[in-house]
């Protein structure tokens, strides 16, 4: 199992920016399609992004579409996610992930961070 630690949260204004990363343990990370997804207080867990294993194939949730940009640099074994134009309805935890295969389906994850906190303000 890759273990998989995340950072970059916190505080900041609506229309800001924030970049998480997701630090990665394992020689598995580069064969595996990397997820971003959040969980808001109250809220279900749900899909943000993913990415391919090689990087060149990218999927959006709709809410974050022309937003956000997933993106991997497997020599560092490092993921990442460039959050612009911030919303309140942004505010959650957020969650990378690996899986063996595409999918928008947390189900179909592996190996889990622990979160970082973002929360935008109005």
């Known amino acids: 199992q890759v273990q998989l630690v995340e950072s970059g949260g916190g505080l900041v204004q609506a229309g800001g920016s924030l970049r998480l990363s997701c630090a990665a343990s394992?020689?598995?990370?580069?064969?595996?399609?990397m997820g971003w997804f959040r969980q808001a207080p109250g809220k279900e867990r749900v899909f943000v992004a993913r990415?391919?294993?090689?990087?060149?194939?990218?999927s959006y949730a709709d809410s974050v579409k022309g937003r956000f940009t997933i993106s991997r640099n497997n020599a560092k074994n490092t993921g990442y996610l460039q959050m612009n134009s911030l919303k309140p309805e942004d505010t959650a935890v957020y969650y990378c992930?690996?899986?063996?295969?595409?999918?928008?389906?947390?189900?179909?994850?592996?190996?889990w961070g622990r979160g970082t906190q973002v929360t935008v303000s109005s």
């Open positions: 992930a690996t899986a063996r295969f595409a999918s928008s389906d947390d189900s179909q994850y592996d190996s």
């Open positions: 394992g020689r598995t990370f580069s064969n595996s399609f």
């Open positions: 990415i391919s294993a090689a990087g060149l194939i990218t």
